[in-house]
């Protein structure tokens, strides 16, 4: 729960949730190890390290359990993508999982420059900060900060 807030975590880089008793991938975040390596929405996660976690009452701590841990160690997953009748082998390396505050930021036009900003967390202040300074050099002279759908945080 507190990952968000820390700015990062270690491991292979996805939210997911349980659903009809099997692990989905909600999306991989964007940067991480599981990303890299292509794994989708959608994909549904069958066994971890060769044993079964799908159809067993596997809760969500248990899942984390499983898929986090230390950078450089890896975990072997196998999933059951849509459209694919085969299951599909990832060996995934994990790693440091950055979780970005600032979801866009650029010029809309010469004066006025747009940031979005999706959660509050340790790192927010400066990730803003750095936007900022990037943008007054390209010539920011006002500024749209967009808050919407922000799910909080510190």
Do not use: C, H, W
Request: hydrophobic share 40%; no cysteine.
């Amino acid at each position: 729960m507190n990952d968000p807030l820390e700015g990062n975590f270690e491991g292979i880089g996805i939210e997911f949730r349980i659903q009809d008793d099997t692990v989905v991938v909600v999306q991989p975040i964007g940067g991480g190890p599981s990303e890299r390596l292509g794994i989708r929405a959608g994909d549904r996660i069958v066994k971890v390290d060769s044993s079964l976690i799908a159809g067993i009452g596997i809760n969500n701590s248990q899942v984390v359990k499983k898929l986090k841990g230390p950078i450089g160690t890896t975990v072997d997953i196998e999933i059951l993508r849509k459209g694919s009748k085969e299951l599909i082998d990832f060996s995934i390396k994990r790693d440091k999982i950055p979780f970005y505050s600032l979801e866009a930021n650029y010029m809309l036009n010469d004066s006025i420059a747009y940031i979005k900003v999706s959660r509050f967390a340790k790192t927010t202040y400066s990730e803003f900060m750095e936007a900022i300074d990037e943008l007054r050099v390209k010539g920011m002279k006002k500024l749209i900060l967009d808050l919407r759908n922000n799910s909080g945080g510190l």
